[in-house]
């Protein structure tokens, strides 16, 4: 059938649906196709330092599939044959191994989107390089700290003060001439060859033009987010402007875009997936990481879902509204509620910091709260945690007390 406009309610079980939050998790213990499949729909896993709760690469698979052994996200990364390798997408990310030819433009001059302090250094210290370069041919898989060099250290804020080894590596990494064998257990990056890494039969590939790459991208987005605005699609794996608008016209001229209109979004071009599916219900329940893909544009997230959402972590604490490290909590096709959450594994604990509940989303604050509970009950034990203690902060907290005692 083919759609001119989408209702706000079709527009978000769309876009869950092309998340992979509109099914059922599975009834049976998690497996590597489980892994697979989820990385053909998202294409990616957001990494990021902080871990509050859990790394944030390993929230994306339990939010869909439920419980599993994080072990398998490690191997499908880590170890032949790789799935997943690492490199910039949306941003630092877990990246389906089969999309690395279409990620090479970006390891070429003009098209690196590097600091300019990372190019500088590597410009102006090319014997470093190639020292740099040969250390990881000869040593690799091997850290930045691993790699001794003497040289006084920078005190500047700059670039988290790193070494001038480590400001090489990254710029070699972002080349392409190294990469991520895995990340050790302080989360430093383990540097290597890519011949050492990837599997041949991606590194045999041919080369797409930079033309074809960023089409591909886009198509992969589109796939991805199911119904998306230019932004949304740029934004999925930060492809820029002009090259997005580009492929964009060419998947309308191909027919694997369709212009639609959506209500609440009728001043924005939005683009819907020829192959999207349209479920006539939602009966997710899931709590999402902040750098899970189906957040990672705010503005669509506000349109489709009325559901306003930032990140905290760098606001002072006396400023932010809701917490530090936010989970949105996702109960059919709405957000009705978020939850600041930190695994106290000391005492062996999930500790809610905050819960808040959002208005109008046609459940009642009971429902949700049990529905709540029981998910962060789910997710302790994943964790390993033995208990959820809820601290009475936020609109939802004592209603979350409530349902903890039954």
């Given at each position: 059938?083919?759609?001119?406009?989408?209702?706000?309610?079709?527009?978000?079980?769309?876009?869950?649906?092309?998340?992979?939050?509109?099914?059922?998790?599975?009834?049976?213990?998690?497996?590597?196709?489980?892994?697979?499949?989820?990385?053909?729909?998202?294409?990616?896993?957001?990494?990021?330092?902080?871990?509050?709760?859990?790394?944030?690469?390993?929230?994306?698979?339990?939010?869909?599939?439920?419980?599993?052994?994080?072990?398998?996200?490690?191997?499908?990364?880590?170890?032949?044959?790789?799935?997943?390798?690492?490199?910039?997408?949306?941003?630092?990310?877990?990246?389906?191994?089969?999309?690395?030819?279409?990620?090479?433009?970006?390891?070429?001059?003009?098209?690196?989107?590097?600091?300019?302090?990372?190019?500088?250094?590597?410009?102006?210290?090319?014997?470093?390089?190639?020292?740099?370069?040969?250390?990881?041919?000869?040593?690799g898989p091997i850290s930045a700290r691993q790699i001794?060099?003497?040289?006084?250290?920078?005190?500047?804020?700059?670039?988290?003060?790193?070494?001038?080894?480590?400001?090489?590596?990254?710029?070699?990494?972002?080349?392409?001439?190294?990469?991520?064998?895995?990340?050790?257990?302080?989360?430093?990056?383990?540097?290597?060859?890519?011949?050492?890494?990837?599997?041949?039969?991606?590194?045999?590939?041919?080369?797409?033009?930079?033309?074809?790459?960023?089409?591909?991208?886009?198509?992969?987005?589109?796939?991805?987010?199911?119904?998306?605005?230019?932004?949304?699609?740029?934004?999925?794996?930060?492809?820029?402007?002009?090259?997005?608008?580009?492929?964009?016209?060419?998947?309308?001229?191909?027919?694997?875009?369709?212009?639609?209109?959506?209500?609440?979004?009728?001043?924005?071009?939005?683009?819907?997936?020829?192959?999207?599916?349209?479920?006539?219900?939602?009966?997710?329940?899931?709590?999402?990481?902040?750098?899970?893909?189906?957040?990672?544009?705010?503005?669509?997230?506000?349109?489709?879902?009325?559901?306003f959402y930032r990140i905290e972590i760098y606001v002072?604490?006396?400023?932010?509204?809701?917490?530090?490290?936010?989970?949105?909590?996702?109960?059919?096709?709405?957000?009705?509620?978020?939850?600041?959450?930190?695994?106290?594994?000391?005492?062996?604990?999930?500790?809610?910091?905050?819960?808040?509940?959002?208005?109008?989303?046609?459940?009642?604050?009971?429902?949700?709260?049990?529905?709540?509970?029981?998910?962060?009950?789910?997710?302790?034990?994943?964790?390993?945690?033995?208990?959820?203690?809820?601290?009475?902060?936020?609109?939802?907290?004592?209603?979350?007390?409530?349902?903890?005692?039954?």
């Amino acid at each position: 059938m083919i759609r001119e406009s989408l209702s706000q309610a079709e527009a978000r079980r769309v876009a869950l649906a092309a998340q992979g939050l509109a099914a059922g998790r599975p009834a049976r213990a998690v497996g590597i196709r489980d892994v697979q499949a989820v990385t053909n729909r998202l294409a990616q896993f957001q990494i990021d330092s902080i871990n509050v709760v859990t790394r944030a690469h390993f929230m994306p698979l339990y939010s869909r599939l439920g419980p599993y052994d994080t072990a398998l996200l490690e191997r499908a990364a880590h170890r032949p044959p790789r799935r997943l390798f690492e490199y910039w997408g949306h941003a630092a990310s877990l990246i389906d191994v089969q999309l690395q030819p279409l990620l090479r433009f970006r390891m070429q001059a003009g098209f690196r989107d590097v600091w300019a302090g990372v190019e500088r250094v590597a410009r102006q210290q090319p014997d470093l390089v190639a020292w740099v370069r040969e250390q990881v041919a000869q040593r690799g898989p091997i850290s930045a700290r691993q790699i001794e060099y003497a040289e006084e250290r920078s005190r500047t804020s700059w670039g988290w003060n790193w070494s001038s080894v480590k400001t090489v590596l990254e710029w070699l990494f972002y080349s392409g001439e190294v990469t991520s064998a895995w990340r050790n257990s302080q989360f430093e990056r383990v540097y290597d060859l890519p011949a050492k890494v990837l599997p041949p039969a991606v590194l045999n590939a041919p080369s797409p033009t930079v033309e074809e790459s960023v089409r591909g991208l886009v198509r992969k987005a589109a796939q991805a987010l199911g119904v998306a605005s230019e932004l949304c699609l740029r934004d999925y794996f930060r492809t820029r402007p002009a090259m997005t608008r580009q492929a964009i016209a060419q998947l309308v001229e191909g027919g694997e875009l369709l212009p639609v209109s959506v209500q609440g979004w009728e001043n924005r071009s939005m683009y819907l997936w020829h192959a999207a599916r349209f479920p006539r219900s939602v009966a997710a329940r899931a709590l999402l990481s902040p750098f899970d893909s189906m957040v990672f544009e705010r503005a669509r997230l506000q349109r489709i879902f009325d559901f306003f959402y930032r990140i905290e972590i760098y606001v002072p604490e006396p400023k932010r509204s809701y917490g530090y490290y936010v989970y949105p909590f996702l109960l059919g096709d709405r957000f009705v509620a978020r939850v600041d959450l930190k695994a106290d594994r000391a005492a062996g604990m999930l500790r809610v910091n905050s819960a808040w509940l959002e208005q109008g989303t046609g459940y009642s604050t009971e429902h949700i709260a049990e529905q709540l509970y029981a998910e962060l009950q789910t997710m302790a034990g994943w964790l390993g945690l033995g208990a959820v203690v809820v601290l009475p902060h936020g609109d939802l907290a004592s209603h979350l007390q409530r349902a903890a005692v039954g």
